[in-house]
């Protein structure tokens, strides 16, 4: 049937909408953000007939307060994010009514760009909504999910109409009948382009069992952290176990094989329970496990880099590379890329008046996203900088300006510099894992190729990227020296 068709054609476009907000977000790349407002604008306005919704972005002021979208004659507010959290939601709320938008509109709905959370707390919604207006969780917190159920049902001209919006922004604005290249014609050949994209390999087995009822701290009934409480037993035991480990539901899953019974977890599960099961068959159960899937897979990159000396910093989200031993004042890298060479991955600078003191340390470092995609799983690299002071890396305060300033002065060729090293280096410690485990087998993660395609318009750099700016130069001679080797 042809309607079948139009409604396969709109849940496969706006599923791929929402992946596509998912990897942006995890690569920091937010333009398809604002162009999102737009398209969910039209389709919102077809599928829920609010006629007069218009972006407020645009015909009030950039960044209006709380909402993106209104429609003043149905009384309806929309706000567009890619963030699912209860506590975006919570924000959404406060500056609403910060701002005193309850008494124009009745009902905010929340639209989640990529897929919001399973569920979210209706009595703390309540609670920051204060009586003012109600934002029902079932109804008014939206993703591609919920238009596409709406689609189903509406009249076959409303869900052409919505369909329509959606094929002109996925054709770049093209109306229908002219193809791209008629309305933008190429004027150069493509371009490989190599995205910040690098396939992820895992153990096919994973296994997963339930803790041991000895465990003190799991007799309560209300365990809210259940990975630190876990690690809160095995220390206070006084064991040492490997950390590429997740715990959900009072069970342990890993990659190690927990039927070993002198494996490092045997005191602590119920040996009875271990179960194995095939890494696809728990991250495609539903949303929840592929979450707790992406964070054993965090971990297990955290357990393979310790021992390369990168550590998790866990308040920044980063990897950072640390010296080996504690009074190193540079560790370098050796690495090949066009040609073998050496990275400088940690640098310890020293106060100039007491040579005894640290000014300040600095750290090549990268945030890692994992995301599933046509079947198969990648980790997003983003390079990065920290900046330390103390015991324990701590992070600077002067960390900011430090940041700011090297990236301002970072170019794209600096940054794909970075990218290329962090992709070889990581691939290297492939091949010394690889004879370590023939050694001792141990549950680990490789790297395959990083994604590109070759087929991109091509970009001339003196036309895309800024100008420089020359009152850089003026900064503060100590930032300068503490980059002097980038």
């Not at 090949?336 to 003191?357: F, H, I, M, T, W």
């Amino acid at each position: 049937m042809k309607h079948l068709d139009l409604l396969n054609e709109f849940r496969i476009a706006m599923s791929q909408l929402a992946a596509q907000v998912e990897a942006a977000s995890a690569m920091q790349m937010y333009d398809i953000h604002k162009v999102s407002e737009n398209l969910i604008l039209g389709v919102l306005r077809e599928l829920y007939e609010w006629r007069q919704l218009r972006n407020l972005n645009s015909t009030e002021r950039a960044n209006f307060p709380g909402i993106d979208l209104a429609d003043d004659v149905a009384g309806v507010a929309v706000q567009v994010t890619a963030t699912p959290t209860l506590d975006k939601i919570k924000s959404t709320i406060e500056t609403f009514l910060a701002h005193g938008l309850d008494k124009k509109y009745r009902r905010v709905v929340v639209y989640v760009l990529g897929r919001k959370q399973a569920s979210y707390s209706q009595d703390a919604i309540d609670r920051a909504a204060n009586g003012r207006f109600k934002l029902d969780t079932a109804t008014d917190i939206l993703d591609y999910r919920d238009v596409c159920g709406i689609a189903s049902h509406v009249d076959p001209k409303q869900l052409v109409a919505a369909l329509e919006v959606v094929r002109t922004y996925l054709r770049g604005g093209v109306a229908r009948g002219l193809g791209e290249e008629d309305f933008n014609p190429l004027t150069s050949p493509p371009e490989r382009v190599n995205l910040n994209l690098v396939e992820v390999y895992f153990p096919s087995t994973l296994y997963i069992a339930e803790l041991s009822d000895d465990l003190e701290a799991f007799k309560s009934k209300k365990v809210r952290n259940e990975r630190k409480t876990f690690g809160e037993a095995v220390r206070s035991l006084n064991l040492r176990v490997p950390s590429d480990y997740e715990v959900s539901g009072r069970q342990l899953i890993t990659f190690h094989q927990l039927d070993d019974k002198q494996g490092p977890f045997a005191q602590l599960i119920e040996l009875g329970t271990v179960t194995p099961l095939q890494a696809r068959e728990f991250y495609g159960a539903n949303e929840d496990r592929e979450r707790v899937f992406k964070s054993l897979l965090r971990f297990t990159m955290q357990q393979k880099l310790y021992k390369h000396g990168v550590r998790w910093m866990h308040e920044d989200s980063l990897f950072i590379f640390v010296p080996w031993a504690n009074g190193d004042l540079l560790r370098e890298e050796n690495w090949v890329g066009q040609r073998a060479s050496k990275r400088a991955v940690y640098e310890r600078k020293l106060n100039k008046k007491d040579p005894n003191k640290t000014f300040l340390c600095k750290h090549l470092a990268f945030a890692a996203d994992f995301i599933f995609s046509a079947g198969r799983w990648y980790v997003a690299l983003t390079p990065d900088w920290y900046f330390s002071f103390g015991d324990n890396f701590r992070r600077s305060a002067f960390a900011d300006a430090n940041l700011s300033w090297l990236k301002r002065k970072e170019v794209n060729s600096t940054v794909a510099g970075h990218f290329r090293f962090l992709t070889a280096w990581l691939s290297a410690l492939d091949q010394d894992d690889l004879f370590e485990s023939i050694k001792s087998p141990a549950a680990t993660l490789s790297l395959g190729e990083t994604v590109s395609f070759s087929n991109h318009p091509a970009l001339l750099d003196d036309t895309w990227l800024p100008l420089r700016d020359e009152s850089d130069d003026s900064e503060e001679a100590q930032i300068f020296g503490l980059f002097d080797k980038l």
